[in-house]
């Protein structure tokens, strides 16, 4: 029986993923639980490391612990492959780890063809946030988007509050040098990062791959409705201040406005706080989150700025106030139209089924695509679903992406 490249590929990457969901790489026995600096994130380091050296790859760590493998000197020109190693707290098994199989893949491939690219694999440290509560930790790190106050004082453990530094200084980092993580990518002549894709549209369209053309920017938002609070009995209907009927009609407003909007615009309402939070209660006040994301900052923001002045207006109508505190935003960012023609033409020979597309979730490349031409590849997850022990994806699919990905680079060398 003869195999093919594509089918040793596929088999290579299902083992890595095999063994990285045993249980000397999560912290959980119902799910894939590892983050920066737990003996499960270091085992899955190391795993990873040993695989590179044994292709002969130069694998150290930056000064918090993000993974870096290199086929050529420190310095020397080189393209940049790879993903995140940690998961969510209740994740599964291949959003971010997928992604670095796939590139470690890609180095394989490379050496087996006698291509000779030049090759820098990078695993960013705490792209999900689950140790210390901040997504895209290693990779804002690395380009500089923290301050070292933050670093030493305001990042804490989620497990026992205590700082990021502290814990990275007892982990044998050294955090002092956090600003020489930057060098990683001063040689990087572009960067492409595989992922899950976390929704379903490449499985209901029937498309093995997806060729990322932007990822969307985001406002994160809360608004928090005072009324007052009454017992849900004995308070007549027309005498209530209830904070639940304003809730009720920004929902309501925010789903009309995201759908005019278009343009990939899209809005949620995913954390609501009720206090005091009981049955026989008309709440006093409501806190609710706002998600809305695009790629067209000017559709997300105007949704974001209409959302906020409907709460104000839907207060004042019923009596109540309103605050909305915004928590963070992001610009949507373009990835590299070079480095996307080269995917997609990779992706056409292939003769598999593709399909360009965007992110609306954020990824490390975000932060890579301001310093380094970037783009990424998305491959199915089965119902779309992410961050759960349930996430299912095709090893084959990913073998596919890593030849896409090989051929893509090699054309632009």
Known sequence: MIVSERDRSTQRIAQDIETLSGSAYTLSTD????????????????????????????????????????????????????????????????????????????????????????????????????????????????????????????????????????????????????????????????????????????????????????????????????GRADHAGATPMAFRLDPGLVLAECILELERLARAAGGGTVATVGEIEVHPGLINAVPGHIRFSLDVRGIDETLFRGVADDIAAFAGESSRRRGMTVEIEERQTLPPTPLDERIVGALTTAAEESGEPFMLMHSGAAHDTMCVAGRVPSAMVFVPCKDGISHSPDEDADPADAALAAEIILNAIAALH
Request: net charge negative; hydrophobic share 40%; with cysteine.
């Open 31 to 226: 799910a894939i639980r590892r983050y920066a600096y737990t003996t499960a994130y270091r085992n899955t380091l190391d795993y990873f490391s040993r695989a590179l050296d044994r292709l002969g790859f130069e694998v150290y760590e930056d000064p918090v612990g993000t993974l870096v493998a290199r086929n050529v000197p420190r310095g020397e020109p080189a393209f940049g492959i790879g993903s995140h190693c940690d998961s969510n707290r209740n994740g599964g098994r291949y959003d971010g780890t997928l992604g670095v199989a796939t590139a470690l893949e890609v180095c394989r491939l490379n050496e087996e063809r006698g291509l000779g690219l030049p090759l820098q694999l990078i695993s960013f440290l705490e792209e999900e946030g689950s140790g210390f509560g901040q997504m895209l930790l290693g990779s804002r790190i690395m380009v500089q988007r923290v301050t070292e106050t933050e670093l030493k004082h305001s990042f804490r453990a989620i497990d026992d509050g205590r700082s990021f530094w502290e814990h990275a200084e007892e982990a044998g980092y050294e955090p002092a040098r956090w600003r020489d993580s930057v060098h990683a990518l001063d040689a990087l002549s572009g960067w492409i990062e595989m992922h899950i894709e976390q929704a379903r549209l490449l499985q209901d369209t029937g498309n093995r791959i997806g060729i990322v053309t932007a990822i969307a920017g985001y406002v994160h938002a809360d608004v928090v409705v005072r």
